[in-house]
């Protein structure tokens, strides 16, 4: 039962992470057509927001993995 | 140049120190290593009916081993530094242990066992702990809360084994041990595989700056060089500023250990294959040498920004120092996990895409459906190698932005306020 819970658990804290990242790439992508110059400072801006989403995601998928 | 060099020797001298300070919870086992003393082995017998599990051949293929396995039945021996209370230190070369299949050892050696690639001890009263002694095979028995035992039958009887010796507390399933294993593993002998690597590398492209002064960069060195600006140029200048000289040698050491071990663990063949930044114990290095680094370089901003915020009402105050209290070690969790998680998933995602090949072939009974899952299992594979091998340049990217970002913030003079 707990490592059902603990599956969903994963599932929940992908589907924040993707809506995150999908915002992130979407409003990215936005600021690239409007000044395509910046592209560089945008890009790695944006894989350092990206990364951070990440992280909160990573740790509950951690935790999920290692609840039995 | 020689500051990358005394960089490089801090992380070696760290990931060396790191398992030594987790053992300390030795004592309490002890205790608990007294119910399962009491008597000797019982009577067992040795039964090969093994299905296959890709699971558990996932997590074998990923964790560190006391042995290399080369190919088939071709094992590369690495020497075994280990030290047990009471009964002293035991150095010796893992082939004492006699490889045979999946890595096992068909001798003990001073009460250690190899199962499996990692040496365990027995922990069971009456089987010969001093010289070499035949064994039979290993099995492995649960709990009634659902723990597996290992176990290692000699001469018709089950001996209970202790783990292999965990950096991580058991997060991983280890736990707590009664010996301290200080071998040179898969993963140390692959660490130090880059280390040479890096160094000839690094030496060859700054020997480039000598030879081909005011010359287009040449060789090693044309390769190098663009890596080295981008860090420089993306990463260091635009987050640190003015102060980036200083902290220059130590990003751009994160920066290549991690490439080198991501690529390196990436190759399947022989001097790769060590997954070392998807174990926790080397991320968790990395990690607070990045913690050590950005609270020591913190200044008075920095400490007053997490205890006495500016510009912020009491009581406000008092939900957010330990937030940012919190922060200080939520940081490098997140820089720990984020590597760890990456790698190894990547790595778990491939081994499952290959043991598709034995799942449809039922471990080598059905031909016909062994082919079917090699045709799966190919492009599949190549997929998530091409994925990863993205990943393994994102990862060194992103562990070294986030700390010269933490750094940044850390040594930011003035803040404005928004």
Known sequence: MTGTLAALGAGLAVIGAGIGIGNIGAKAMDAIARQPEAVGDI?????????????????????????? | MRRILVSLLCLVALAIALPAQSHQEGAEHSANQEETHGEGGHDCACHEDEAYDPGASAFHHISDANVFHIAGEIYLPLPCILYAPGQGLSVFLSNKFHFHEHGNGAYAVDGYVLNHGEVMRVAQA?????????????????????????????EGQCYNLDKKTSYDGGIMGGGVTSFYDFSVTKNVFTMLLTFVLLFFLLRAAAKGYQTNDGKAP????????????????????????????????????????????????????????????????????????????????????????????????GWIKIILTPVELLGIFIKPLTLMLRLFANITAGHIVIIIFVSLIFIFGKAGESIGGSALGGVMAVPLTMFMMSIELLVAFIQAFVFCILTASYIGAAVEEHHEHH
């Not at chain 2, 290993?138 to 176990?151: P, S």
């Not at chain 2, 060089?225 to 993306?234: A, N, S, T």
């Not at chain 2, 991501?262 to 998807?278: A, C, D, E, K, W």
């Not at chain 2, 020591?296 to 009402?313: A, E, R």
């Open chain 1, 43 to 68: 890009r790695s801006n944006m894989i350092l927001m990206a990364a951070l989403i990440e992280g909160a995601a990573l740790i509950a998928i951690i935790l999920s993995i290692f609840v039995k």
């Open chain 2, 126 to 154: 009456g089987f010969p702990m001093e010289g070499e002694v035949a064994i039979e095979c290993f099995t492995e028995t649960h709990t009634e809360d659902g723990k597996t035992i290992n176990q290692v039958i000699y």
């Open chain 2, 218 to 313: 040449k060789g090693i060195q044309a390769f190098i060089e663009p890596v080295f600006l981008f860090i420089r140029d993306e990463v260091a200048i635009p987050f640190l500023g003015a102060k980036y000289e200083r902290y220059l040698p130590y990003l751009m050491s994160i920066f290549f250990f991690i490439l080198g071990l991501n690529l390196i663990g990436q190759l399947p063949i022989f001097p790769g294959s060590g997954n070392v930044t998807g174990n926790l114990s080397v991320t968790a290095v990395l990690a607070v040498i990045a913690f050590v680094v950005v609270n020591l370089s913190g200044n008075k901003n920095y400490w007053q920004h997490i205890f006495n915020m500016p510009g912020v009402p």
